[in-house]
């Protein structure tokens, strides 16, 4: 699983070996070392090799993907990796609380179930955009007997 690694607490004047650099961001050196055969640059005349704060400020921020928004009848399909409308335009909506549930749908490309978790007063407005099925609220828990 791919995580998103953040620029901040680097020093941008300052040096980095890759072991700093792993456990400043919380990835093995592999993963530094990845980064440099992918065009992170690197001081290779003396050992260990070092990596300048600012190129790897620049690295990261370059390599960062946007995060994709859903539109309000559309879903994160996880194996598509991009948002979908609902396959055919039905959905359900399953009640987890009073004020939310969530959306499933299947993905249109490759029929996998689609999750979203939707406030429950979106509700009017997507009844609008899908065929929408509510489901019943399944029982809690801790309501058991």
């Given at each position: 699983?791919?995580?998103?690694?953040?620029?901040?607490?680097?020093?941008?004047?300052?040096?980095?070996?890759?072991?700093?650099?792993?456990?400043?961001?919380?990835?093995?050196?592999h993963?530094v070392?990845?980064?440099?055969?992918?065009?992170?640059?690197?001081?290779?005349?003396?050992?260990?090799?070092?990596?300048?704060?600012?190129?790897?400020?620049d690295f990261?921020?370059?390599?960062?993907?946007?995060?994709?928004?859903?539109?309000?009848?559309?879903?994160?399909?996880?194996?598509?990796?991009?948002?979908?409308?609902?396959?055919?335009?039905?959905?359900?909506f399953?009640?987890?609380?009073?004020?939310?549930?969530?959306?499933r749908?299947?993905?249109?490309?490759c029929?996998?179930?689609?999750?979203?978790?939707?406030?429950?007063?979106?509700l009017?407005?997507?009844?609008?955009?899908l065929?929408?099925?509510?489901?019943?609220r399944?029982?809690?828990?801790?309501d058991?007997?």
């Amino acid at each position: 699983m791919t995580r998103r690694v953040s620029c901040r607490g680097i020093r941008t004047h300052r040096s980095y070996t890759v072991e700093e650099v792993a456990r400043l961001h919380k990835v093995t050196p592999h993963t530094v070392r990845r980064w440099v055969k992918d065009g992170l640059p690197v001081l290779k005349d003396q050992r260990p090799f070092l990596i300048l704060g600012g190129d790897l400020a620049d690295f990261l921020s370059a390599s960062k993907t946007p995060k994709q928004r859903c539109a309000p009848d559309e879903c994160y399909c996880v194996k598509c990796r991009m948002p979908r409308r609902a396959a055919e335009g039905m959905a359900e909506f399953v009640p987890v609380s009073d004020l939310t549930g969530n959306l499933r749908a299947l993905c249109p490309v490759c029929h996998t179930l689609m999750h979203k978790t939707v406030s429950a007063k979106a509700l009017p407005a997507l009844h609008g955009l899908l065929s929408l099925t509510v489901a019943p609220r399944p029982p809690n828990i801790r309501d058991g007997s």
